[in-house]
């Protein structure tokens, strides 16, 4: 069983930077891959940024590419997402999720079968 807590979410304006954060249990988080995903209200959930086991293999979808970054701290259980230049268009719900099939195709949705409760992320015009 997998537990993932995200942090980190809040109200910003346009052009902002804001962080979030991921906290999971489990003594094998070392061995899962890791993503984030949004959605935003009247959208399907789509997959913004993704990092390997290793931490070596990273994917960010191409709306995102350039101004987020996903990061992790295995020996802390966490993972991050650094947003930088952020628009209105990247308001949504964003949700941290695990991947427990170590080695599964990281930018591939259906992999993930561990997710968190979501935290907001509101940007401002």
């Known amino acids: 069983q997998v537990q993932l807590v995200e942090s980190g979410g809040g109200l910003v304006q346009a052009g902002d930077s804001l962080s979030l954060s991921c906290a999971a249990s489990?003594?094998?988080?070392?061995?899962?891959?890791m993503g984030w995903f949004r959605q935003a209200p009247g959208k399907e959930r789509e997959l913004v940024a993704a990092?390997?086991?290793?931490?070596?293999?990273?994917y960010a979808a191409d709306s995102v590419k350039g101004r987020f970054t996903i990061s992790r701290d295995s020996a802390k259980n966490m993972v991050y997402l650094q947003m930088d230049s952020l628009k209105p268009e990247d308001t949504a719900v964003y949700y941290c999720?695990?991947?427990?099939?170590?080695?599964?195709?990281?930018?591939?949705?259906?992999?993930?079968?561990?997710w968190g409760q979501g935290t907001q992320v509101t940007v401002s015009s």
């Open positions: 489990g003594r094998t988080f070392s061995n899962y891959n």
């Open positions: 999720a695990a991947s427990t099939s170590r080695f599964a195709a990281i930018q591939v949705s259906q992999n993930y079968n561990y």
């Open positions: 990092i390997s086991w290793s931490g070596v293999i990273t």
